[in-house]
């Protein structure tokens, strides 16, 4: 999947589902586990010992929950990609998440498969979110339904037109390797099509690329 391991940190404190996880990542080519812990207690520490790529994040944990934990290591260490883990679909905890810099937000419910590559897709720049939570988001945005009704298409950002299909998928939830396959070109072409749409929409995140597309009717 990748020329060089993806140093993932999970911490999740059903010990049946860590001891799942260890092993998934363990036994998949591409990843390596470099630690899994019951909490945050110690994250700050751990970030700065460990420096993981991506950190598999559950949320309800003892003494210090995920949240606390996501918003420590965004302070310390913004690189590090937070890819949430979790059986809760409030919208109060998926958007304290995503506010506090979450780049993903999975139920516990995906798929092994699909876990190895959102966590893939969190690396690489993605924004990977279980379906149902992704339409959460989107409802969250204000005025979004009125924009789509009073909007018309707009292609006022000059948008190509494998921009826009690529657009399109992401807006359906596409991971990167889906697109690749779909439109019959690399992961490496995705994402350069993806950081020119980026640039063209003047957004930062695939979160905030859908919404707008969404939004004014881009595609």
Do not use: W
Request: neutral net charge; hydrophobic residues 40%.
């Amino acid at each position: 999947m990748t020329s060089y391991p993806i140093k993932i940190v999970v911490y999740e404190d059903n010990p049946d589902l860590r001891e799942g996880l260890s092993v998934l990542l363990k036994g998949s080519m591409g990843f390596e586990l470099i630690g899994a812990f019951v909490n945050c207690e110690k994250v700050a520490e751990q970030m700065q010992e460990l420096k993981p790529d991506v950190v598999l994040m559950d949320i309800d944990m003892p003494i210090a929950n995920g949240i606390k934990g996501l918003k420590t290591i965004k302070q310390i260490s913004p690189a590090i990609n937070v890819l949430m883990f979790t059986v809760f679909e409030d919208n109060e905890y998926i958007f304290e998440a995503i506010c506090s810099g979450a780049v993903g937000y999975l139920l516990k419910r995906t798929p092994p498969a699909r876990l190895l590559e959102a966590i893939y897709d969190a690396h690489h720049g993605g924004a990977p979110m279980t379906s149902s939570i992704a339409r959460k988001v989107l409802q969250m945005l204000p005025s979004q339904q009125n924009a789509m009704v009073k909007l018309p298409y707009d292609n006022s950002h000059n948008l190509t037109e494998r921009e826009t299909e690529i657009l399109s998928l992401l807006v359906k939830g596409n991971s990167y390797k889906m697109i690749a396959d779909k439109c019959g070109i690399s992961m490496d072409t995705v994402r350069s099509h993806i950081k020119k749409i980026y640039e063209k929409l003047h957004v930062h995140s695939q979160t905030e690329a859908v919404a707008k597309a969404i939004h004014e009717r881009i595609v």
